[in-house]
């Protein structure tokens, strides 16, 4: 059997050879990075090289960055206990602190009457939209931006923005918090005062190396114009199928998207069917985010642009990474459509 065709890297992308590399060497460090001897000091010096790396990497020279277990914990330290406004796009580890009440248009768009007390994403997991973000904004999800697309957080007037080391080729189980320096902010989880006394425990050095490579390694590709040839890839797929498609939706296809990122609407055609029928042809693709503990089901984001229940759960996701070739896709695409076919013959 042929290889098989990864193209949910908005799910988590394929770790990165730098990373590896940084987190085999990790491994052979024996100390705590809060002890004051030769070991710790040398476990200290790996977490600060990874800060810097992050820092450089997002444009956030100045700004602290605090190392959690993830993005979903970032955003908890950023967003708990501030009653922030936000939108139904937003990931679901957003919308379990923030009033949903920000409203969204059919194009996927947040307007922000008052930054400093909302939370807005960079960009949708889902469809790649991507947001303007005003001046003044409170908290932002740089997630799915970081490392595809060009920002400097220094640069986006945001007060504090969360990123996760594997949506970049970074290790599972290792994110950050970036803060603007002198933001007051109390620590969730308190015991020993690590990070700046924002998260205590002991430092994850392993993946902290792992994230720091990574981001590194990203910065790099996006400055070299990888993820340009990303996005001509994935308009050769998208051509591909609308070619054909005639019954399909493609979701933010004219607006400001990820480069990588295709979201497909077939009303009727279950997307957690055509997840199962692309697996069995080779392909791994998604039904909306891969964060809600395996469920399938409609996709908030789409209801909240206005599609209607059957539409919202008739969405996949396909998102390519630089790795991914012309040949890829329009394997992809033959499998798709051959599925489609068949589809649409039943529902003529």
């Not at 409170?138 to 986006?156: C, E, I, R, Y």
Request: glycine share 12%; net charge negative; charged share 20%.
């Amino acid at each position: 059997m042929s290889a098989r065709v990864y193209l949910d890297h908005n799910a988590t992308a394929p770790l990165r050879p730098e990373a590896r590399a940084a987190m085999g060497d990790a491994m052979e460090v024996v100390g705590n990075p809060s002890s004051v001897h030769a070991e710790g000091r040398k476990a200290r010096g790996l977490v600060e090289r990874a800060r810097a790396q992050v820092a450089a990497a997002l444009g956030a020279d100045g700004a602290d960055i605090v190392f959690t277990s993830g993005a979903t914990e970032a955003a908890a330290l950023a967003l708990a206990g501030r009653g922030l406004k936000g939108a139904a796009i937003e990931h679901d580890a957003v919308r379990a602190w923030i009033d949903e009440s920000l409203a969204v248009d059919a194009t996927g768009r947040v307007q922000v009457d008052v930054p400093a007390q909302a939370t807005l994403q960079l960009a949708n997991s889902e469809t790649g939209v991507v947001q303007d973000l005003p001046d003044g904004l409170a908290v932002s999800d740089l997630t799915q931006g970081f490392g595809k697309l060009p920002f400097a957080f220094n640069w986006l007037g945001v007060e504090m923005g969360f990123v996760s080391a594997h949506k970049l080729g970074g290790p599972k189980g290792i994110g950050a918090l970036v803060m603007r320096r002198g933001t007051d902010l109390a620590a969730q989880i308190r015991g020993g005062g690590q990070e700046m006394g924002r998260r205590a425990g002991t430092e994850n050095i392993i993946g902290i190396a792992g994230f720091g490579a990574a981001a590194e390694a990203a910065a790099k590709d996006l400055a070299d114009g990888v993820w340009n040839s990303v996005s001509e890839i994935r308009n050769i797929l998208e051509m591909a199928l609308d070619a054909e498609a005639s019954k399909t939706i493609f979701v933010g296809k004219g607006a400001q998207r990820l480069p990588n990122t295709i979201c497909l609407v077939t009303p009727g055609w279950k997307g957690e069917t055509q997840v199962m029928q692309m697996d069995l042809a080779g392909c791994a693709i998604s039904a909306g985010s891969a964060c809600s503990s395996g469920k399938v089901r409609a996709s908030t984001v789409l209801e909240a642009m206005g599609f209607d229940t059957r539409a919202a759960a008739s969405a996949i996701r396909v998102s390519l990474g630089p790795e991914t070739r012309e040949e890829d896709v329009l394997r992809f695409a033959e499998a798709w459509l051959k599925e489609y076919r068949r589809f649409a013959a039943r529902a003529a």
